[in-house]
């Protein structure tokens, strides 16, 4: 097993396009790490340069107290799952497993163990051992990528968006095997999703990705409530977070969330900002429904979905357009047309500077 830290890591590809802008992270022995962010942003590039199948251009990589910059992706210890799983279509399930470990020069013996163990562990029977890939199923043709590169006993698993190409029930099954076996066998692993629900369930922390800059790190409950930026806030949480363009109150108070409202922000205020536009963001799941409260402001309502255990709201504010959206535990009996009396309460709301994004602390 073993820690992997990136010191200032850039990538320039040879086109002169910058990807990575200089990513620092120390990942734990047996840590879960989650890169996430919308397509694009960069999360391939760096993992690939982890795997040493991408050239660093800037900064400096370890694997376990070693610099790697230069090192082979062979000689790194690590093993990789792909999104398209990469298997040999005319090996058997059994052969795609053993095939690296005949590269690497094991005896067949304990070629057999270990495939036989990582097959046991991804609960594929020797029946299917015997099969193509093209004879399984999308589930189990991910279990043989995973188990090929179980069999390796790396110090670390790097993942490329592993579960992409199954459909949304297999994936969520997936999602906790991979966790599982994850704590299981404990090994330092580097995941990369655009898929936040994905990212918030199976990491131990996220690196939030923008353009090849990192946004945040933090534990999934740091991100949901202590977001460091607008990008963060609206990326992490679904329903997204409801944002509204707002401003600090003259005498740096409150915020003002519509005409003659105002919350009190407490604390001393914010006096640098007395005056100022800054963006407010509230939760779906923080919206409050507050029949008789004064300070409450009448959503109208454009459209409602009944999940079964949660209802979803949609509307907007009075005049003002922008939409909102509440989310309600059980059923809401409201429809299109209804003023519902909202109220926004103090501890649940996240400011951001209008001009830099970033996040304002109360
Ligand atoms: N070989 C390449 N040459 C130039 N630009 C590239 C190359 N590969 C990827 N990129 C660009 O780098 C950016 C990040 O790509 P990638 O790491 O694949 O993003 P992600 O995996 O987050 O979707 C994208 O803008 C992409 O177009
Ligand atoms: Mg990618």
């Known amino acids: 097993m073993a820690s992997v830290k990136l010191d200032n890591i850039q990538k320039t590809y040879p086109n002169g396009f910058k990807a990575i802008h200089g990513v620092d992270v120390d990942v ?6 989650v890169l996430v962010g919308p397509s694009g942003c960069g999360k391939s590039t760096l993992l690939r340069m982890i795997a040493g199948l991408e050239t660093v251009t800037g900064g400096e990589l370890e694997i376990g107290d070693k610099v790697v910059n230069d090192l082979e992706p062979s000689k790194r210890d690590i093993a990789m799952v792909f999104q398209n799983y990469a298997l040999y ?9 053993a095939y690296g470990l005949k590269i690497m020069g094991l005896s067949k013996s304990e070629i057999d163990e270990r495939v036989k163990n990582a097959a046991g562990i991804l609960e594929l029977t020797d029946e299917q051992l015997t099969r193509k890939p093209r004879e399984l199923s999308g589930g189990q043709r991910q279990r ?29 099954q997936m999602r906790v095997e991979i966790k599982r076996l994850q704590e299981s066998l404990g090994i330092t692993s580097i995941y990369v999703t655009h898929d936040q ?15 090849g800059v990192v946004e945040q790190l933090g534990t999934p409950i740091e991100l949901y409530e202590r977001p460091a930026s607008l990008f963060v806030a609206e ?16 005498d740096g108070e409150s915020v003002d969330i519509a005409t003659n409202i105002g919350l009190a922000l407490g604390n001393g205020g914010l006096p640098d900002y007395a005056g ?18 004064e300070n409450s402001l009448p959503l109208t309502v454009t459209l409602v979905e009944h999940l079964g255990a949660d209802t979803l709201v949609h509307g907007h504010f009075g005049e ?3 939409d909102m959206t509440v989310r309600r535990s059980g059923t809401l009996k409201t429809v299109p047309g209804d003023k519902l009396p909202i109220s926004i309460t103090r501890e649940n709301i996240h400011l951001f500077d209008a001009e830099t994004s970033r996040r304002i602390d109360l």
Do not use: C, W
């Not at 990326?235 to 003259?250: C, H, Q």
């Open 28 to 33: 734990q022995d047996g840590e879960f790490l």
């Open 197 to 211: 629900v994905e990212a918030m369930t199976l990491g131990h922390r996220l690196m939030v990705l923008n353009s």
């Open 89 to 97: 279509p005319h090996m058997t399930v059994y052969n795609n497993m």
């Open 320 to 322: 003002d357009e922008t």
């Open 235 to 250: 990326f992490i949480g679904s329903p997204a977070m409801n944002i509204l363009d707002t401003k600090i109150s003259e």
């Open 144 to 172: 043989v990528a995973m188990g090929r590169a179980i069999v390796r006993k790396p110090s670390v698993f790097l993942f490329d968006e592993p579960l992409s190409n199954l459909d949304a029930k297999l994936r969520v």
């Open 276 to 293: 100022k536009k800054v963006k407010l963001g509230v939760r779906p799941e923080h919206l409050q429904l507050a029949e008789g409260s």
